[in-house]
């Protein structure tokens, strides 16, 4: 069996279980026992408890489970694989390119005006965009 770092483990589902088993059968029981009174306005009696019942279930289960946190990791890790395959395409191209080409692009770079005379950029999908 595969240990995961995270502090979730099958003990935490057994007692989330046991406890959602445990506030449903509450739930039903008090309809039941609502029933011979109230007659129809227990399915009303229902739906009311229901409503807490689910939020807070809902909050049971996701807080500090594996899903919540590999939603969180996973955006980070796609901003982060994006940046480094930017920097990888960059230092390629900068690798394959002569000497002269080299001086060619810092001399450019480093003109005053540089940003003023630029008529096209270069997308991030490597399309040209003409301003």
Do not use: C
Not at 17 to 24: D, E, F, N, Q
Not at 26 to 33: A, D, E, H, T
Not at 48 to 55: D, E, F, K, S, T
Request: glycine share 6%.
């Amino acid at each position: 069996m595969i240990r995961r770092k995270e502090s979730y483990s099958t003990m935490d589902t057994l007692a989330k279980s046991i406890a959602t088993v445990i506030m449903w059968a509450g739930m039903l029981g008090v309809i039941f026992l609502a029933i011979p009174n109230m007659g129809g306005l227990a399915v009303l009696l229902a739906l009311v408890l229901m409503i807490p019942l689910l939020a807070i279930m809902a909050f049971m289960w996701v807080v500090n489970s594996p899903f919540a946190y590999n939603h969180s990791q996973r955006g980070k890790q796609q901003e982060e694989n994006q940046e480094k395959r930017k920097r990888d395409m960059l230092d390629s191209v900068l690798r394959e390119l002569s000497d002269e080409q080299l001086a060619a692009l810092k001399y450019r770079l480093s003109e005053p005006d540089f940003e003023e005379r630029l008529e096209y950029m270069i997308g991030d999908d490597g399309e040209l965009i003409q301003r």
